[in-house]
T-cell receptor, first 113, second 115 residues
């Protein structure tokens, strides 16, 4: 099994729909992150969490929300999807010290039509 | 705000050549620097991680160097192979507190190795 698992791998949804992307990890890391990747814009941080009681906004949090259900689970929600949220979404983890670097999931390709 | 720049944006070389990818960052107060590889539409695979106190790291045909004071890192790929074709991303970790945590990424170097 992968260290960081994202579901679903691909999703097509309609404008206005609510959608949740899920992430689970077996690394035992405290810190979890959600990024989105767009052509020409690179990777941008959406939200991050240092532990189950700590949630922080990243660079582009508008239109998104997150939930840290457990140390190993961190989900990203789009309450009302819009077409410019079409992107590749990545979940990542790191240990508290960050000495081990970051581990990324395989990504969720989301298309909003 | 930290900014990471990667040069060149794209590179195409014949198989067997040695090559260097460049990464520069504006704020030298980094915790560490990480090089990733990304195949089209796929996830990010970590290649090398350099702590701020280190000068270089090696893994097989890959060697990454770090000059924190000048804000530069290089990724050296020896004896390139077609399987090395991918996008290579450089990312730096800043210190927490007062702002967003996490990595700051460059936009990547798209590498093509011609057979």
């Amino acid at each position: 099994d992968a260290d960081v698992t994202q579901t679903p791998r691909n999703r097509i949804t309609k404008t206005g729909k609510r959608i949740m992307l899920e992430c689970s990890q077996t690394k035992g890391h405290d810190r979890m992150y959600w990024y989105r990747q767009d052509p020409g814009l690179g990777l941008r941080l959406i939200y991050y969490s240092f532990d189950v009681k700590d949630i922080n906004k990243g660079e582009i949090s508008d239109g998104y929300s997150v939930s840290r259900q457990a140390q190993a689970k961190f989900s990203l929600s789009l309450e009302s999807a819009i077409p410019n949220q079409t992107a590749l979404y990545f979940c990542a983890t790191s240990d508290f010290t960050r000495e081990q670097g970051y581990t990324f999931g395989s990504g969720t390709r989301l298309t909003v039509v | 705000k930290q900014e990471v720049t990667q040069i060149p944006a794209a590179l195409s070389v014949p198989e067997g050549e040695n090559l260097v990818l460049n990464c520069s960052f504006t704020d030298s107060a980094i915790y560490n620097l990480q090089w990733f590889r990304q195949d089209p539409g796929k996830g990010l695979t970590s290649l090398l991680l350099i702590q701020s106190s280190q000068r270089e790291q090696t893994s097989g045909r890959l060697n990454a160097s770090l000059d924190k004071s000048s804000g530069r890192s290089t990724l050296y790929i020896a004896a390139s192979q077609p399987g090395d074709s991918a996008t290579y991303l450089c990312a730096v970790t800043g210190y927490s507190g007062g702002g967003a945590d996490g990595l700051t990424f460059g936009k990547g170097t798209h590498l093509i190795i011609q057979p």
